[in-house]
């Protein structure tokens, strides 16, 4: 990223390493603490950057969503996941996230922009929301490869009488095992269909957790809420709530599918 270009993140004792990409939808920012060797080039051996030090030092990486260059959000808004901390802030461009990094530690971030949509029969709730991705993953957010507000399909096969008042998101995403998602509101259902083909619609078990701790970094004055579900394999089926991969090896490309995930809140409001 910009701030660490110009730095010794080697030696200097204070600066990490901060590598930022882009993903369809997303960014990643990997943050990592190389203090200790580098490479000396007029010895042609390594040198010790701490002689006589008992340990190295511990470094702190100032994470903004602005360290992914060309990443825009509408709102102006943007969630971040620590995959090291497995936590979720919301923060504007500028805004930092304190990162510390023990010696030889790093940490993966997801920066996913916040996008808006409104509820209830009025339009006067608005929805905040940012998928995440399949978080089991470094770069989980590659997972995600679309994001639409108010999808017109989304209550095709509805049976209520009246949606006037809802508020729906469609994610488009491609994977297996634990997805997250940052929301303003607990959705009231999550559906999900595999994509490009003829079967229908299938309800998910989802979980929803308030995420209040740095109450300083959120913008959310209720905190952050963490919305988690399951994708599938493909052998499991739209309907089942799948099985976590976290720890399992290469997946053969038939267990995995793209997925059409629709998010919805009803509101009366």
């Known amino acids: 990223s910009r701030d660490c270009l110009f730095q010794d993140t080697q030696a200097d004792g ?6 930022f990409n882009r993903n369809r939808v997303n960014g990643v920012v990997g943050a990592f603490n190389l203090m200790g060797f580098s490479w000396n080039l007029d010895a042609h051996d390594y040198r010790d950057n701490f002689p006589g030090s008992s340990a190295l030092p511990t470094l702190t990486a100032n994470v903004k969503p602005a360290d992914v260059e060309g990443l825009s959000s509408d709102t102006g808004l943007y969630a971040i996941y620590s995959h090291d901390q497995d936590k979720v802030r919301v923060l504007e461009a500028t805004q930092g996230l304190p990162v510390s990094l023990p ?36 770069n989980g957010g590659a997972a995600v490869s679309s994001v639409e507000t108010g999808g017109a399909e989304n209550n095709d096969d509805d049976d209520d009488d009246d949606n006037s008042g809802s508020s729906s998101i469609q994610v488009e995403a491609r994977g297996v095992g634990r997805f997250a998602s940052y929301a303003s509101a607990p959705p009231s259902r999550i559906r999900i269909r595999e994509k490009d083909s003829d079967g229908g619609w299938a309800d998910v078990e989802f979980t929803c957790s308030a995420d ?3 109450d300083d970094l959120h913008v959310d004055d209720d905190g952050v809420i963490i919305v988690d579900f399951e994708l599938p394999r493909a052998a499991d089926g739209a309907g089942s709530s799948g ?25 009366n409001g």
């Open 14 to 19: 204070k600066s990490a390493l901060k590598v």
């Open 103 to 138: 010696p030889n530690a790093s940490d993966v971030l997801t920066v996913a922009p916040v996008v808006s949509s409104a509820a209830g029969k009025s339009h006067k709730t608005i929805i905040r929301f940012a998928p995440l991705g399949c978080v089991d993953m470094y």
């Open 212 to 214: 209040r701790n740095n």
């Open 243 to 267: 099985s976590s991969v976290s720890g399992v090896g290469r997946l053969d490309d038939s267990e995995v599918k793209t997925w059409v995930v629709d998010f919805s809140w009803e509101s």
